[in-house]
C-alpha cells in the first residue's frame, strides 16, 4: 500500500455528492452502484446519518453533470430526495466502487413508510417456476413491509422483526449482490427461510391444515377470519352474506359504521362504484390507501345511509393470493371498540371464527389510511399505513437546532417529532380517553423518539388543561408549551405549504370541539394569525351544549338548543323531533334555562348535527362521530345554489355568527314539506356564504388573501368544494391539507409549528 501512495498522483476529476431525504433502505446504494457501473466510476457510497455520501472519481475530464441528473430522474420509487449537493475534491486514484458500511449518526435518518407489493415480485409470485412462487412474504427494495417491523435504525436486519430469520444461501447471495433487485433488502425471505402463514380454528385454537386457499374457502363459506396484514389484523368475510355481516357487525359492536372492503381490481371496484382517473391513481399507488368512492350499486349493510363505499387493493403478497378465489371481501381493522388494532394473535380468536396468521412480528401498528378525493388531490380521513413516517420539510425561516415533540389533542391524537428541519408525524393514534389507545399513545411516541432520536428540550401540547396529552406534557419535566386547539389547526397546512414566517392568514377551522381560550367549547372559528399568535375575528354565536358529552351523541338536543336560540321559549312543531318523547325534550329545554350542564359552545359540528336532525335524516344516537353530518352530506342535492339567510352581529371582534335566521327559513321550509335533500343542499350552501362573507370583510380590512380551510368538518367534500369554488372565484387563494387530515389528527403538525416560532 505504501508503495501506491508514493506514485505521483494521477490525474483525473472527482466529487462528493450528498444525498439528502428517504434514501435508506429503499434500494438507494445498489441504484448508486449500477450507475456508477455504467458510468465506469470508481469511488463509493455510504449511509451516513443525513442520507447518503457518495464519492465518484474517473480519470477522465469531467464535472459528473449527467451521472447526477440520473441520480435526480432515476432514483428507486420508493426513495424522496430532499436535497442533493455535491462538491469537487481531490483525486485518490481508487481502483473499484464499493458500497460501504453503515455508519452510525446523530443526525435525522429517515424510513420509508411500508409499501405494497411491486410488479416484479408480483411477476415472480405467479411464475410456477420462480422459487419464491406463491410464497405471501416475498419482497425486494422497492417493496414490502419497513416502518412496522423497524425496532431501530439504522435500518438493518438485525433490527427489525425479520431478526431471528436466518437466511438461506440462496437469499443471502441476493441479498449480498449488490446488482440485485434484493441487496440489502432486509425483510428478504423464500419459502424456505422466511416466515410461514398458519391457518388456526380460532376456538379450538387448532392449527389446521392448509393455508391461504383454505382461508379463502372459508370467507367464501360465510366465516370471518381474522388475517394478519402489514400493521395489524383485519377482520375479513363475505360482503354478499347478509348473516355473516351482521355476525362480525355485532363482534364489532358497530351497527351502522361503514365497513371497508378489498376487492381483487379495479374491474371489481368498478362494479360497485364510480372511479375517477385521480381516485384510480390513489387506490392503485404503491401505498394502497382505502379510498372513499361515490356508489354505484350498493352492497346491503356495507355502508348503510351514506353515498360512498371504501374500497382498497391488496397490498401484501398475502392479500393477492387470498383474493384469488374470492374477488372482494370486507376487511375492516381488528379491534375491540374503542382500542387500536390489533397486531398479536392474543386476543383475537374472540373476534372471528379462523385465524390467518404468520410468524413475522409486527413491531409498530398501523392502521389503513383512509382518503377521498377532492380537486384531485386527495382529503386524508386517516393517515397511517403507507404514508407514515414521510418527514415533512418546515419552511426555512422556522428551521430550529432544538428538537420537539408534540402530542396533538385527544380524540383522533397523533403524536408529532422535530429534528434538524423536519417533523414526522405518527399514524393516527384513536381517542386517547380510551386506556388502551393512551398505551398505544405512549408506545408511538417512544417508538418515534427512539426511531429519531429525539431528544427534546420542548414539548407542546393543546391548552385543554384536562386533557391525557396536557398531562403527559406536564410530567415531562421539560419546558411546556400549550396551543390553542383552533390555531394548532391553522398552522398545520401552513408548515405543510412551505407558507414563511410572518405571513398573516385567515384560518377557517370548522370542526366539532376545541378548548377556547375563554374557557367556552370551540368550532366555529375564523382566525386572523401567522406562526407567532392568532387573533379572534369572527366565530359561531354561542348555543348551549345541553348535557355536555351526551349531546354530542345525540343530535335532538342540539336541534332543541338551536331551535329555542332561533324561536325563544315558543318553539314550533318539528315531525322529526315527534319521536322524542315529551318528558325527555322538556328535560332538556329546562336544563338549557337553568343553565345547567349546558356548556356554551360555538360548534360547527353541532350545528350540524341540528340540522341533520330537524332535516329527518339523523339518528336519534349516533353510533360513530359525525354521522349525522356525514348523513346529512349525502342526503344533499347536486346542483343547487340557493342558500339560507344568516347575519353577523357585534361591533367589532370577535364578530358574531348567528344562524338564528337559517334555521328560521329552514323550519319554514320543513313546513312547506320541502325534501331533506333540497334542505341539507341549502345549509351546506349557507356555510359557504359565511365563509365568503367573513373572507371578503377580512380582506377589507386587512388586505389578507389567503384563506385555509381546515378542521374535521372539511372532510365533507360537498362543502370544502363549494366553499372552494366560491372563494376562488373571488381570487382568495385557498389553503388545505393535502399530506395530512384537516381533522384533529394534524394537531400535534400544528403545535409543532408554533412551537418551532416560539424557539427562534
Ligand atoms: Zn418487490
Ligand atoms: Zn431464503
Ligand atoms: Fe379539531
Given at each position: 500500500m505504501r508503495k501506491k501512495e508514493k506514485k505521483s498522483p494521477k490525474k483525473g476529476s472527482a466529487v462528493d455528492i450528498m444525498v439528502f431525504g428517504v434514501v435508506q433502505g429503499v434500494g438507494f446504494r445498489p441504484f448508486i452502484y449500477r450507475l456508477a457501473q455504467k458510468y465506469h466510476y470508481k469511488g463509493w457510497v455510504q449511509n451516513k446519518g443525513f442520507g447518503v455520501k457518495i464519492h465518484l472519481e474517473t480519470n477522465k475530464e469531467t464535472d459528473f453533470h449527467s451521472f447526477i441528473q440520473e441520480i435526480k430522474d432515476?432514483?428507486?420509487?420508493?426513495s424522496q430526495i430532499e436535497d442533493l449537493t455535491f462538491q469537487p475534491t481531490s483525486f485518490q486514484n481508487l481502483q473499484e466502487f464499493q458500497i460501504k458500511k453503515s455508519q452510525d449518526s446523530e443526525s435525522f435518518v429517515f424510513i420509508s413508510p411500508d409499501i405494497s407489493i411491486c410488479d416484479h415480485c408480483y411477476r415472480e409470485m405467479i411464475?410456477?417456476?420462480?422459487?419464491?412462487?406463491?410464497?405471501?412474504f416475498i419482497n425486494c427494495t422497492d417493496c414490502g413491509p419497513r416502518y412496522t417491523i423497524v425496532e431501530s435504525l439504522p435500518y438493518d436486519r438485525p433490527q427489525?422483526?425479520?431478526?431471528n430469520f436466518t437466511m438461506c444461501e440462496q437469499c443471502r447471495r441476493e441479498y449480498q449482490n449488490p446488482l440485485d433487485r434484493r441487496y440489502h433488502a432486509q425483510p428478504i425471505a423464500c419459502p424456505r427461510c422466511g416466515p410461514q402463514v398458519k391457518l388456526i380454528k380460532s376456538k379450538e385454537e387448532t392449527d389446521i391444515s392448509g393455508g391461504i386457499q383454505e382461508a379463502a374457502d372459508l370467507i367464501n363459506q360465510g366465516k370471518i377470519l381474522a388475517v394478519k396484514g402489514l400493521g395489524g389484523f383485519h377482520l375479513v368475510c363475505s360482503p354478499f352474506l347478509p348473516r355473516t355481516l351482521s355476525r362480525l357487525r355485532k363482534i364489532k359492536q358497530r351497527r351502522t359504521k361503514p365497513l371497508a372492503l378489498m376487492a381483487r381490481d379495479t374491474d371489481t371496484v368498478r362494479q360497485y362504484a364510480y372511479l375517477s382517473s385521480s381516485e384510480e391513481e390513489l387506490l392503485c399507488s404503491p401505498r394502497r390507501p382505502i379510498v372513499l368512492l361515490n356508489k354505484k350499486k350498493d352492497i346491503e349493510g356495507?355502508?348503510?345511509?351514506?353515498?360512498e363505499l371504501g374500497f382498497m387493493l391488496p397490498y401484501t403478497p398475502l392479500h393477492y393470493l387470498l383474493l384469488q378465489k374470492t374477488a372482494l371481501i370486507v376487511a375492516t381493522s381488528s379491534n375491540k371498540k374503542d382500542s387500536p388494532i390489533m397486531k398479536d394473535e392474543e386476543g383475537i380468536e374472540k373476534l372471528c371464527d379462523y385465524i390467518l396468521t404468520h410468524n413475522r412480528p409486527i413491531h409498530m401498528r398501523a392502521d389503513d389510511s383512509v382518503l377521498k378525493v377532492v380537486e384531485k388531490s386527495p382529503l386524508f380521513l386517516r393517515r397511517a399505513r403507507g404514508y407514515v413516517p414521510f418527514p415533512q420539510k418546515v419552511p426555512p425561516g422556522l428551521k430550529s437546532s432544538s428538537q420537539i415533540i408534540a402530542l396533538g389533542g385527544e380524540l383522533k391524537d397523533t403524536v408529532s417529532v422535530y429534528k434538524n428541519g423536519y417533523v414526522v408525524t405518527s399514524q393516527f393514534l384513536g381517542d386517547l380517553d380510551e386506556y388502551p389507545n393512551l398505551r398505544y399513545f405512549e408506545e408511538t411516541l417512544h417508538h418515534l423518539t427512539h426511531l429519531f432520536e429525539v431528544k427534546p428540550e420542548l414539548v407542546v401540547s393543546d391548552l385543554h388543561p384536562n386533557f391525557h396529552t396536557t398531562r403527559y406534557a406536564q410530567k415531562m419535566g421539560i419546558p411546556h408549551l400549550q396551543v390553542q386547539h383552533h390555531f394548532a389547526h391553522i398552522l398545520a397546512p401552513l408548515l405543510e405549504h412551505q407558507i414563511p414566517p410572518g405571513t398573516k392568514v385567515l384560518g377557517v377551522a370548522l370542526d366539532g370541539y376545541g378548548y377556547g381560550a375563554d374557557g367556552h367549547g370551540w368550532g366555529g372559528e375564523f382566525l386572523i394569525g401567522d406562526y407567532s399568535s392568532y387573533q379572534r375575528f369572527a366565530h359561531f354565536r354561542y348555543v348551549p351544549l345541553p348535557g355536555g358529552d351526551a349531546a354530542s351523541k345525540q343530535p335532538w338536543r342540539m336541534a332543541l338548543s338551536y331551535l329555542r336560540d332561533s324561536f325563544g321559549p315558543s318553539l314550533p312543531e318539528v315531525n322529526s323531533l315527534e319521536k322524542i318523547s315529551p318528558n325527555k325534550r322538556k328535560g332538556i329545554l329546562t336544563m338549557m334555562e337553568k343553565k345547567l350542564r349546558s356548556p356554551l359552545i360555538s360548534s360547527c359540528g353541532r350545528l350540524f348535527d341540528a340540522v341533520a336532525f330537524l332535516a329527518g335524516v339523523s339518528p336519534d344516537e349516533m353510533e360513530f362521530e359525525a354521522e349525522a353530518p356525514m348523513r346529512l352530506e349525502a342526503a344533499a342535492a347536486e346542483n343547487l345554489q340557493d342558500f339560507y339567510p344568516f347575519s353577523v352581529e357585534g361591533e367589532g371582534r370577535p364578530f358574531q355568527i348567528s344562524f338564528s335566521q337559517t334555521i328560521q327559513s329552514l323550519v319554514q321550509d320543513l313546513h312547506e314539506n320541502r325534501s331533506p335533500s333540497l334542505i341539507s343542499a341549502k345549509f351546506h350552501n349557507t356555510l359557504s356564504q359565511v365563509i365568503l362573507t367573513i373572507a371578503e370583510k377580512v380582506r377589507k380590512e386587512q388586505n389578507i388573501q389567503t384563506v385555509v380551510l381546515i378542521g374535521g368538518v372539511f372532510l365533507n367534500k360537498r362543502l370544502l368544494h363549494t366553499t372552494q369554488n366560491l372563494l376562488q372565484k373571488k381570487d382568495f387563494h385557498i389553503l388545505r391539507p393535502v399530506l395530512y387530515s384537516?381533522?384533529?389528527?394534524?394537531i400535534s403538525l400544528g403545535q409543532i409549528a408554533h412551537g418551532l416560532n416560539y424557539l427562534t
Open positions: 432515476h432514483s428507486p420509487s420508493l411464475n410456477p417456476s420462480d422459487r419464491r412462487f406463491h410464497y405471501p427489525t422483526s425479520m431478526k356495507i355502508s348503510p345511509f351514506l353515498h384537516p381533522n384533529d389528527e394534524s
